[in-house]
């Protein structure tokens, strides 16, 4: 096995070589592998493993073609790179070459590395040292990468072109970073047990605690909690379309509304997708439907497209602080969700195994009675609608209590057991 070195040797060899060095010092084997796209000036004395010419290749492409593509269309040009590059790690991953990854890059470099490394499974030690990630007006696209993958980032502050005193210092460290994370990580994914996603957030903090707590002591199960604020959300759909966990409990998939609302935490409209082909019990509850997280407050004083579309000055608000606004959802709004809702969980392909859970006496711990978003109007429009829809093999559990009660947990732990034997019935007839 061997740590594979990424970097564009026309601009970084000076780098690519401390890193190398250090790393083989260390007595790891290495692989580096070359994806320059001809922007840089140097001729490198130091020869790749994989070239730049292998990787375009992987990509159905060439070196005379990509630099072709660098004037007018450099998108396409770092396209097809990612592409191929990806596909290395992949194929070097899978047949057991790749211990870990490295690399050192500027922006160019920075979008190859992160595509690439997203192709790599959670464990695999990744670490980008990166003269942009800091960088405000690239921070949300970095972080839909970063937010979905373990990668080590390092921010160099510097740029890192040349082998000067700062830049040496960059490179060993992070050579040092990734070699202590393959001589040391990664013991614990063995100790597997049944372990299941669990998405919460401050709203539904109380409720989460008991069902981990039931699980854990009851059924002897892991309980790997998921932050809802978005990227949260993405990564625990991802991991359990990895088939890293037995099943998914969403206290919160409000990234979901938040999408068809324009909130903060929007994570996409493919957010209950979840396992949408695959034999996973699913739990739902309805936690983050009954708010719109609307902030910073600036927003409300600026003519805001989401504050004025919708009117939400007019509404019931919760200001947590100056940056975290939480609005309530109207019964138009909560009837768009519980349709929209009912139509994604309509095409999976094991509704058997989907079971919605509703705490009548409040989604969360901002609409129970006496709460900032109390609106009983609106939650009663979601759950009609999601009765009306959904297609009947879905089961709704309807509880007369709120989300942050035992008794809400219970019934979220019982409706896992029955989509735990619904599963095994599944097994049974394929």
Request: aromatic share 8%; proline share 3%.
């Amino acid at each position: 096995m061997a740590v594979v070195i990424m970097g564009m040797l026309d601009e970084r060899e000076g780098a690519l070589k401390i890193i190398k060095g250090q790393i083989e010092k260390r007595g790891h084997k290495t692989i580096l592998i070359d994806f320059s796209i001809g922007i840089g000036g140097i001729v490198s004395s130091l020869k790749a493993d994989v070239s730049c010419e292998e990787i375009l290749r992987l990509a159905g492409g060439t070196v005379e073609e990509v630099k072709g593509m660098l004037a007018t269309e450099r998108d396409k040009a770092t396209a097809v790179m990612a592409e191929g590059l990806t596909k290395k790690l992949v194929e070097l991953y899978r047949s057991g070459e790749l211990q870990g990854v490295i690399a050192i890059a500027g922006m160019t470099g920075t979008f190859l590395s992160l595509v690439s490394m997203n192709a790599l499974p959670f464990g695999v030690p990744k670490f980008l040292i990166s003269s942009v990630v800091a960088m405000p007006a690239y921070s949300s696209w970095i972080a839909d990468y970063l937010g979905q993958r373990d990668i080590t980032v390092m921010n160099t502050v510097v740029d890192t072109l040349g082998a000067n005193r700062l830049v040496s210092t960059l490179a060993i460290n992070g050579a040092n970073a990734i070699a202590g994370m393959v001589e040391n990580g990664g013991s614990t994914l063995g100790e597997k047990r049944p372990s299941f996603v669990l998405t919460e957030f401050d709203f539904c903090d109380q409720g989460a605690y008991y069902v981990r707590e039931i699980l854990e002591k009851k059924n002897d199960y892991e309980i790997i909690s998921f932050h809802a604020q978005g990227l949260g959300d993405k990564a625990a759909v991802d991991f359990v379309n990895q088939g890293f966990f037995e099943g998914f409990i969403d206290l919160v998939p409000a990234g979901f509304s938040e999408y068809l609302l324009g909130g903060n935490r929007a994570s996409g409209p493919n957010r209950l997708d979840v396992a949408i082909d695959l034999p996973v019990p699913y739990i739902l509850a309805p936690c983050g439907f009954d708010m719109i997280s609307c902030g910073p407050i600036q927003r409300k004083f600026s003519e805001d497209k989401l504050w004025t579309s919708r009117r939400l000055a007019e509404r019931k608000l919760l200001l947590q602080d100056t940056i975290r606004i939480q609005a309530r959802t109207s019964p138009r709004e909560m009837r768009l969700i519980g349709v929209a809702a009912a139509e994604a969980l309509n095409r999976h392909k094991y509704r058997t195994m989907i079971k919605f859970v509703i705490p009548r006496r409040g989604f969360s711990s901002l609409s129970v009675a006496g709460g900032a978003l109390y609106d009983p109007a609106s939650d009663e429009a979601f759950i009609v609608a999601l009765r009306e829809n959904l297609e009947p093999e879905i089961e709704v559990i309807e509880v007369d209590t709120d989300i942050n009660s035992r008794e809400f947990a219970t019934a979220v732990v019982d409706a896992l057991t029955r989509a735990l034997a619904a599963g095994t019935s599944v097994g049974d007839s394929v």
